[in-house]
């Protein structure tokens, strides 16, 4: 792609009028009816300015949204490609990963139940023994009081890998709407916003206030 360059506009003029005006709003003073028409003459006259710099930066800011769409465009083309290799490979990462802790935990699993058993085996044995000597009690404290000696403990066979790492990543699935606790819920400001707007006074909802605002609106000469 050829190079793109982009100028802006000379401001310098634009720059001083804008201190002006910012002068001038800093200083209004309205204090009769004749002040206040000035004023709304001057608030028009800020409008006409705002106007006048959009359309002075207007070329510059159209060339420069189309370039950057059209780089935009390049880039997504060349890491979309990129991204899907990235989550192909995760996924096989992840997947290897969970099928060892799978198999990591089933032996263990199997080492505890064999060790259990030999254990079981062996209070059983000396059970019978005691039994034998005539000492039930201590039989009955062999067989009701098992060993609390610690399980074996697999350590994981997969590999640390450098600049890879796994880690949990906690989401939420909703069983059911109505059980969440109040703290939990989010008002919808967007709807409630709209509801305002369009029913204005005849506006009800329980546990909301609707009010206006008077707001001053103005247009360019």
């Not at 804008?18 to 003073?29: C, F, P, T, V």
């Amino acid at each position: 792609m050829d190079a793109i360059e982009i100028r802006g506009p000379d401001t310098t003029e634009t720059e001083k009028g804008i201190s002006l005006i910012e002068a001038q709003a800093e200083g209004l003073y309205i204090c009769d009816n004749q002040s206040l028409a000035k004023s709304a003459d001057f608030l028009r006259t800020i409008k006409t300015r705002q106007k006048s710099v959009t359309e002075l930066f207007g070329p510059a800011v159209k060339a420069a949204h189309l370039a950057h769409k059209e780089f935009k465009a390049l880039e997504n083309d060349l890491i979309e490609p990129l991204k899907w290799s990235e989550n192909k490979v995760k996924a096989k990462i992840a997947n290897y990963t969970a099928e060892e802790e799978r198999k990591r935990v089933a032996e263990e699993q199997r080492i505890r139940e064999a060790a259990r058993v030999r254990e079981d085996e062996e209070r059983l044995r000396l059970a019978e023994e005691l039994e034998k000597r005539g000492e039930s009690i201590a039989a009955e404290e062999v067989i009701s009081h098992p060993s609390e000696a610690p399980m074996p403990v697999l350590t994981s066979s997969v590999v640390k890998t450098e600049g890879v790492s796994m880690r949990k990543v906690w989401k939420y699935e909703i069983l059911d709407k109505s059980m969440i606790p109040r703290e939990w819920l989010i008002p919808n400001t967007v709807a409630l916003a709209s509801h305002a707007r369009s029913m204005k006074d005849a506006a009800r909802i329980a546990g909301v206030r609707f009010y206006s605002e008077d707001t001053v609106a103005a247009r360019g000469f």
